[in-house]
């Protein structure tokens, strides 16, 4: 099959490719122009220059293609012009639904992210669970609405849409807010310790490249759903693991809850005025999250898709190994 990709340069995209190049399909990926894109160009990989927020890039791209893996997105919880979280996650979804629509391909992975659900009833929720009323944030805010475009699509115009909803990602690479938390503990950059109770769903890197692949090739599945996460554990069980594998000391404070919202909220409004990231990741969207958890039953993709989840303490030693390795600070 000939398969259209975006985001393929991203981390989990990257992990998605080198799975891809070992079966025998076509790659068609657009890329932007400040991307990396060596690795695609040594294995051979057929580029299209643009972005999603360009439509007429996206139609050519995906012009003759089967399958379609929208995987592009705005991923970080914050960033100094707020509007990019709209033109990616919800306009350049929309141009990429609309396109496979247009080129009338026969299946399209949308990648979007637990998050969405907000808070449910049901904890943990599943794929039927009614979808809490709240985003904690604008990253999950904005793949909200691309999701309720790419549904709309699919219920009214017929897109025949899959799409995949994953957790708190880990794995070596990882340059997200969970690597950079990492990253953090590993150099005892974190003064103090924070919501330790709550309590997250995990899924390695590798897992979700292989759900997003086993739901394009599985026949019958147009209209499904299917979260991607194993292991809900709390953020100290969390910490305790980094601490277990690398041997380095976790921070002795923890800071109350209230004070990490007041800290966060002050760090979020001096970043939005010097227009840099906020100290130690803590911009108020994350620490919102952080404060909400996210738990849910990752089951039915093991059911339906043959998954064999990594366990999360394999992900964090891999993902400590690499930082290890290549020296980030």
């Known amino acids: 099959m000939k398969i259209f990709i975006t985001g393929a340069t991203g981390f989990i995209g990257k992990h998605l490719i080198d799975q891809l190049i070992h079966i025998e399909h076509e790659l068609v990926c657009l890329v932007r122009t400040t991307s990396n894109v060596n690795t695609l160009k040594e294995v051979g990989i057929t580029l299209i220059e643009g972005d999603v927020t360009d439509k007429a890039s996206v139609l050519q791209g995906m012009s003759d293609c089967d399958w379609v893996i929208h995987l592009a997105n705005v991923y970080s919880f914050w960033e100094p012009q707020k ?16 396109c496979a629509l247009e080129t009338e391909v026969d299946k399209i992975i949308h990648v979007s992210t637990a998050l969405i659900y907000g808070k449910p009833n049901d904890c943990p929720f599943s794929e039927n669970s009614d979808i809490g009323p709240e985003r904690f944030s604008e990253y999950a805010r904005t793949k909200y609405e691309g999701d309720l475009i790419a549904w709309e699509l699919h219920e009214k115009q017929g897109l025949p849409l899959v799409v995949i909803y994953p957790s708190g990602v880990l794995g070596p690479g990882n340059p997200k807010a969970n690597g950079q938390y990492i990253q953090n503990l590993l150099h ?68 109350p809850n209230t004070l990490a919202m007041l800290n966060a909220t002050l760090l979020t409004w001096f970043a939005n005025l010097i227009k840099q990231p906020p100290m130690l990741g803590m911009a108020i969207d994350m620490i919102r999250l952080l404060k909400t958890g996210l738990q849910f039953d990752g089951t039915k993709a093991e059911r339906e898709l043959s998954i064999k989840y990594t366990s999360i303490s394999a992900a964090i030693e891999e993902e400590i190994s690499y930082h290890q390795a290549n020296s980030v600070e």
């Open 188 to 255: 005892r950059r974190m003064p103090a310790t924070i919501f330790n109770d709550s309590i997250f769903t995990w899924v390695h890197v590798r897992d979700v490249a292989e759900g997003i692949i086993k739901a394009l090739e599985k026949e019958g599945n147009i209209g499904e759903k299917y979260l991607l996460g194993t292991d809900n554990i709390s953020m100290q069980q969390f910490n305790e693991l980094v601490h277990d594998i690398s041997g380095v000391p976790l921070p002795k404070l923890r800071m």
């Open 83 to 98: 509007d990019i979280y709209a033109d990616v996650n919800i306009n350049g979804t929309r141009n990429v639904m609309e």
